[in-house]
């Protein structure tokens, strides 16, 4: 079946779609000559089709028995056939059905091509390796057999012609659309809208789909110029259209029937060839000039804020689990593996309270995603909650349904993530996406749902928010793009905001800023805040307690004051050592030596055993228990402090 070389999806994807993206696509295809040409020539056939009832000199059946098999005269300017009928008449209504035919085939291709692709890649999994099979043994198959065999069954006519000729190309929308949302549903802004809880066709349909609009139309304009090939060799083949109707495989057909006539078979061949070319050439530039512009849209560079010392603010009380928001009980996230699950977070338990603000910290690798995941419902495919459960405001949430968990999502528990250039769909413009929570929750639509927008923008500290809501997330700065992610967080008024290092993509000053601004909505809303962050300043400026991670389990929990000033663990206080502060008078900074046991790698103790100084035989024999919130067999004979080794 039909290949076909389209630009690469993510950049066809980011960019032919919305009013800016069509406008800067049509600019492109405009600056090149020969898509122009082509683009004119479509403009005629599509006149041509359109005026046919004025533009012809003759009705496309109408026989003149005097001038059977004429050349071109001042009567018939492009001859007759053999019963007289003319030329020109009917190349100009042939224009008419090789449109119709090509644009209602390439339409039930992609109306059933489309949402079988869509399907396919963003479930994955068994249905996606049986679609794909399935897409496999289409390729395999002739097209025109296909053909064929549609019209054998269900008899001639225009839509069963469509309807055959959409069947040969429906699998290569598939295989596209499939692709792209394989890529697609990797992204944020796809978490994001699972967060915000959306329904799995509102994501498909109204987050990944637009996407792909680049995508489609190029191959589209392509398998428009396939289908007119096909419906002339299905014509020409006389299974195709009844040959009364003027169609150009049909006088194609005609003119091999009578060769003693040999400029018969020219004006249609031309006209086949011509607007064959014509789509290809279009299609061709309109798939350069998603890639040309696509060149910019490059991801901002990322800033890392350097440490600030900051004083620790006064202690919390810690929280009791009953006024838990969000608790995780023995939490074990794994990882599928040849023989049996990798543990990558082990028997974690933490309970966030009403309106606390906790801070999750840990190096690069020790858990804190996956654990953070675990309670959104969101971890990676192959990964699971083994065992343990996770709690939301006193009800157990692990074992919900997708239905159960989009009614969390969102309303009860919302998330905010690092790039909020990719947490947004660059697609959409800030006042629907941000509309979307509000659609799902609060069942506003329309100007309710654009007033409330626009007092969350204002909340959030956008300036001219109701301008701002028609502007796209390449519109805005990396802070202001946050604001608004955390805008969309806070649509549906939930009661736990998850900041996944939602401030460490940002400059120093506006990282600030956000912070700020979370800690404000913090008091401002009742809302509870975990913050994931490698930000030991942030920490100590922000969070009432901090639960520290190593390599997948939590080694210490304790209020912010009391982990900074007395750190029970070592490798709290190898880690707290590490962080530059203004006092640390030292020429270079203390590291924690060797590395972090990877998942798969830990030992049966201490995890931190092979890089602790204080480490002796009874840690490495057994795995030591978190007791009075810290994991050190020797917690309790243990002074340490905070300084460089
Ligand atoms: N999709 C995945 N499939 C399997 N393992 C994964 C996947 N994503 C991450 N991991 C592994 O899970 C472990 C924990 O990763 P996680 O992202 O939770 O760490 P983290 O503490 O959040 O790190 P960072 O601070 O760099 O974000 C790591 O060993 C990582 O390699």
Redesign the pocket.
Known sequence: MTHLSIPDPEVAAHTGSGPAGSRRVLTGVLRQPAAVVGLLFLLVVAGAAIFADWLAPYAPTEKDFDHPLSGPSSLHWLGTDDVGQDTLSRLIYGARIALLVAFGSVGIAMAIGVPFGLLLGYRGGWRDRLGSRLIDVSDALPGILLGFAVIAVLGRGLFNLMLAIGLIFCMGFARTTRAVALAERQKLYVDAAKVAGLRTPAILFRQVLPNLAGALIVQGSVFLASAIMVESALSFLGIGLESETPTWGAMLSNAAANTQQPFLALPPGLAIVFTVLAFNIVGVGIGDALTGTGRGLSRRGRKRRRPTPQAPRPAAPVVSESRAVLEFRDVTVA?EGRKRPTP??QDVSLAIGRAEVVALL??????????ARSALGLL????ELASGSVWFEGKRIDDLDHRGMRKIRGAGMAVVLQDPMSALSPVHTIGRQIGEPLRAHAGLTGKAARERAVELLDRVGVEDARRRLNDYPHQFSGGMAQRVAIAMALAAGPRLLIAD?ATSALDVTTQSQVLDLLLELRDDLDMAILL?T?DLGVVAESCDRAAV?YA?ELVEVNDVTSLFDKPRHPYTAALLAANPTSEADVVRLPTIPGRVP??GEWPVGCHFAGRCAYARTECTERAVPLVHDVRCARADELTLEVTSR
């Open positions: 990882v990558l977070v840990g190096e690069s690798g020790s858990g804190k995603s996956m654990l990676p495919a192959g990964v290092e994931i490698h991670m997948g990877p998942a």
